[in-house]
Every structure is written in structure tokens, then in C-alpha cells.
């Protein structure tokens, strides 16, 4: 069995509820994204734009063009922060975290 078999059967046999899906617009997230909803599971994609690059929005939309042509459901959320001190990473990460689990609340 390969690889890519074994990880779409493992997908499949998740508890079947709708979950939301954190989706970059990079290659891992997105292929996350298409193999669950292949998989038959019933999902919502949540894009975060940290507004650090001028790129970012039209990038966050562009996964909303590709939940659109898959029937999902898009939110973009975008982390409205001001001058950025310390370790940009690590903040951007914090935000990103922060934004997400918000929304989750929000959903349940």
C-alpha cells in the first residue's frame, strides 16, 4: 500500500462531523484540504492573513477561489496588528493561533 494511499484511507476513517481546516495557501495545507473534502468529509477552510507582505490578501483570496470551486466554505481572518517588535515568527504564529481558536469558539 503506498504512502499516499494509507494517509487518504487514515483521512477517510475520520469521525464523520464537519471540522474546519487552517489552510495557507502552501502546498501542504492545501493538499490537506482537497484530500478531506475527496474523502467525503464535510469541512470549512479558514485562511489567516497576517498583512506582513502586500501579496498576502490576494493570496488568502486565492484559496477562497479554489474553496469556491470545491463547494467549501472560506473565511479569511486578518491579524490587525501595528509595529511588530521582538521575533516576528513567533508572534505571527501567536496571532495566527489566537484568530483560529477564536473562530472555533465562535463555531461551537
Not at 78 to 97: M, V
Request: hydrophobic letters at 45%.
Amino acid at each position: 500500500m503506498s504512502s499516499f494511499t494509507h494517509l487518504f484511507d487514515a483521512l477517510a476513517d475520520l469521525p464523520d462531523q464537519r471540522m474546519a481546516v487552517a489552510v495557507s495557501g502552501g502546498g501542504d495545507s492545501v493538499a490537506l484540504l482537497v484530500l478531506l473534502h475527496e474523502a467525503g468529509h464535510a469541512i470549512s477552510a479558514i485562511t489567516v492573513d497576517h498583512d506582513l507582505r502586500p501579496a498576502s490578501r490576494a493570496e488568502a483570496e486565492a484559496v477562497g477561489a479554489l474553496c469556491d470551486r470545491l463547494g467549501i466554505g472560506h473565511t479569511i481572518l486578518r491579524w490587525q496588528h501595528g509595529d511588530i517588535t521582538g521575533n516576528l515568527q513567533e508572534s505571527a504564529r501567536g496571532a495566527r493561533r489566537h484568530l483560529l481558536s477564536a473562530r472555533a469558539r465562535v463555531a461551537n
